[in-house]
């Protein structure tokens, strides 16, 4: 009698497990370190004396490719469609990881956001890590990995690695993260993907 072919799931491997521990150990040390950092305050008070209205404008518009409003969507998009399926798939996952991982982490280190943003109302919740910096990353990430084989593949990953860039700047000059906390947040993403991409990377 034939067996039916097992579909499920395998359990992440030991190297997921360590990229994961690693990215807890590595971001929170990195958030208690950042309680008594001077530069993340001095990089703040440098960039906003660079402000004008055209550069308001500009990181206006550029911090929004971070949000999940746009991203999840993006995702949606990728996983409805038949060629991009496994794309979205990782996408997907790489996105709701780092989201909820921040969200997380936001809960456990509470730290107040700067005191003199330029987005009114002020977001909701803590300022580290930052959230569209992991979101960005983690949605940039997928994709690059999903597209290394492809001819285009190192010009697809400046453009995309400078775009998840410009997010995360937009984050110091909109004053509404520190500069630990984008870090933070960019290092969770490529941890957490590290992690996901050893685990279900290969199907890929």
């Not at 400078?162 to 947040?185: E, F, K, M, N, T």
Request: aromatic share 10%; proline share 7%.
């Amino acid at each position: 009698m034939l067996r039916e072919p097992d579909h499920t799931m395998p359990l992440p491997p030991t190297g997921s497990w360590l990229c994961w521990l690693a990215m807890l150990a590595l971001v929170s040390a990195l958030g208690f370190a950042s309680r008594s950092a001077y530069s993340d305050t001095a990089i703040l008070a440098f960039l906003a004396q660079q402000r004008t209205p055209a550069l308001d404008l500009f990181w206006r518009g550029i911090t929004h490719l971070g949000s999940l409003y746009l991203l999840l969507p993006a995702s949606a998009l990728l996983l409805a469609l038949p060629a991009t399926r496994t794309t979205g798939m990782l996408a997907l996952a790489s996105l709701a990881g780092a989201s909820l991982w921040c969200n997380a982490l936001k809960y456990l280190f509470d730290r107040p956001r700067p005191s003199f943003a330029l987005i009114d109302p002020m977001p909701v919740g803590a300022s580290f890590p930052s959230a569209h910096s992991a979101q960005v990353f983690a949605f940039v990430l997928a994709l690059l990995w999903s597209t290394r084989h492809h001819p285009a593949s190192p010009y697809l990953a400046i453009v995309l690695l400078a775009i998840a860039s410009l997010v995360a700047a937009s984050r110091l000059y909109l004053q509404v993260h520190y500069p630990s906390d984008v870090l933070a947040g960019a290092l969770l993403a490529l941890l957490w993907c590290a992690g996901l991409i050893h685990w279900i990377g290969k199907t890929i």
